[in-house]
Structure formats: structure tokens, C-alpha cells
């Protein structure tokens, strides 16, 4: 079966479903654009969006493409059906499978420390021009635990401590969880004041998915 070229747009449309269904209306005018890739056409919030992986489990990826479709449940059918139709698979099969266009999109993927870096430099530099406030969702293919996001915020943080402009918020998705994190205030003790989780039924995740497709 062949597929369309590969574009991120998938996952800015996925981003873009989460934040409105999660965190309501406010986020419901966001379109989808460029630097950053979602935009309130009023220009008081630009989010960008990326992904994290580490690189040594491109391999284990690469395996679970191939495996797609084989010893799949029959109530799971439905859903694998959309993975390999579609071209991509997250949010489905709890993240075990990997569909054959997004794959590049994992594979392309930095580990979470240095995509922080790259994006944090990028936004300090005005590279994605001129809002009133900045977020950085990341979908993460790691099972981050609660301990191991806060250190990725308070990282965060750190790094951009000193620029004019910065990240306010951070959007963190796990496939089943967002944390949404606040940057503005980290005290001097290093202990972030909020830090947000919202599991993500399987029926949310399906519903999600199936509005991100074309």
C-alpha cells in the first residue's frame, strides 16, 4: 500500500486535539503554521512542537514496524487496520506499534536533553518570531516517571533562565498522560510550583488519532 510523503502534520493536528479536548477552549483557535508550528492568529501564543527519543531505541522501533499487523488480538484489528491504512499509529496499541510513515518521525527524533537545548536556543534567538507567549509541546516516546519530569522542567528552566525569550509553559505527551508544566516560576531552591498530569483514556487516545488523520 503506498502512502502520502511524510510531514509532521499529524502529530501538530494530534498536539493541537490534546490541548483543546484537555485544557479546554482556550486553545481551540490554535492553527496550524510555521515557526511555531501552532499559532493564535492574535499572536498571543506560539507552540512548538517536536519529539524526543533516544537514539539507541531506533532499532527496537525499527523491529515493532516490521512487526506491525502480526499476532494482533482480534479486538485490537480495528485499530491496527488504522495504523497501517493512515501510515501512522500514535495514540494507538498503547505505543507499541510504529506506523510506516511515522516512523521517520521517531527516527529522526534527538534525545529529550538535547531537543531542549536546541529548541530553548531557538526561541531565545527570536527564531520563531515575535508572541506574546511561547509553549514547547514534546511528545516523548519514553515513559517518563513523575520524578524524571521534573527534572526535565526545572533543565528547562535552568537553561533559559536568563534569555528575554522563553518557553512559559511546556506540554509533555506521553501517549496515555500530558503533563502541562509552568516555567515562569521556578524558585531559587529548584522546586517548580506546577506541574500538571491528565491521563489519557484509550478511547480518548482513539478519538484523537482518528480527528489528526485525513
Not at 518557553?167 to 531552591?189: A, G, N, P
Request: charged share 30%; proline share 2%; with cysteine.
Amino acid at each position: 500500500m503506498s502512502h502520502r510523503k511524510f510531514d509532521t502534520c499529524f502529530f501538530e493536528r494530534y498536539a493541537r486535539t490534546t490541548l483543546e479536548s484537555i485544557l479546554g477552549p482556550a486553545y481551540s483557535d490554535l492553527v496550524n503554521e510555521d515557526r511555531p508550528d501552532l499559532q493564535m492568529p492574535d499572536r498571543s501564543l506560539g507552540i512548538e512542537v517536536t519529539r524526543a527519543m533516544e537514539s539507541n531505541k531506533n532499532v527496537a522501533q525499527a523491529m515493532l514496524k516490521e512487526m506491525a499487523g502480526i499476532d494482533v488480538r482480534d479486538e485490537d484489528r480495528d485499530e491496527m487496520d488504522h495504523i497501517i491504512r493512515s501510515g501512522y499509529g500514535y495514540g494507538l496499541q498503547d505505543g507499541r506499534y510504529i506506523g510506516s510513515i511515522e516512523y521517520e518521525y521517531w527516527q529522526l527524533a534527538h534525545p529529550l536533553r538535547r531537543i531542549i537545548e536546541s529548541k530553548v536556543s531557538k526561541v531565545g534567538s527570536g527564531f520563531y518570531g515575535s508572541f506574546s507567549e511561547y509553549g514547547l509541546y514534546i511528545f516523548c516516546k519514553d515513559d517518563l516517571s513523575y520524578d524524571e519530569v521534573i527534572l526535565t522542567m526545572e533543565y528547562t528552566s535552568d537553561l533559559q533562565r536568563h534569555l528575554d525569550i522563553r518557553y512559559s509553559k511546556m506540554y509533555l505527551s506521553l501517549i496515555d498522560r500530558l503533563y502541562v508544566c509552568d516555567l515562569t516560576e521556578v524558585d531559587r531552591l529548584r522546586r517548580p510550583t506546577q506541574c500538571t498530569f491528565y491521563d489519557i483514556s484509550k478511547e480518548k487516545r482513539k478519538e484523537y488519532f482518528l480527528r489528526s488523520i485525513d
